[in-house]
């Protein structure tokens, strides 16, 4: 069964970062790409970025260059570095499987303002 805890989401001006961390299952995660998606008001959930097992990544358009996805499998636990955050980026953010079923974590709130 998966479980998901996100944290590391907080307030931040334009233009600052922010590190994003979420501790997944053992066995799910170990077996498993994992992906970080976000969700802003009136909008519907989306894809941020994923990572497979072995390290291959994907970013959306709109993230690429800025946001930064990586993997520890020792610690069964997966980040995303943000950097020149913008008001657009601000969101709940959830990480979850790449292909992820219905269970969704609580989330990190991401607040970008000046």
């Known amino acids: 069964q998966v479980h998901l805890v996100e944290s590391g989401g907080g307030l931040v001006q334009p233009g600052g970062s922010l590190r994003l961390s979420c501790a997944a299952s053992g066995s799910i995660f170990r077996l498993n790409a994992m992906g970080w998606y976000r969700q802003a008001p009136g909008k519907q959930r989306e894809l941020v970025a994923t990572i497979t097992v072995g390290g291959s990544t994907y970013y959306a358009d709109s993230v690429k260059g800025r946001f930064t996805i990586s993997r520890d499998n020792a610690k069964n636990t997966v980040y995303l570095q943000m950097n020149s955050l913008k008001p657009e980026d601000a969101a709940v953010y959830y990480c979850?499987?790449?292909?992820?079923?219905?269970?969704w974590g609580q989330g990190t709130q991401v607040a970008v303002s000046s």
């Open positions: 979850n499987l790449r292909n992820p079923g219905t269970y």
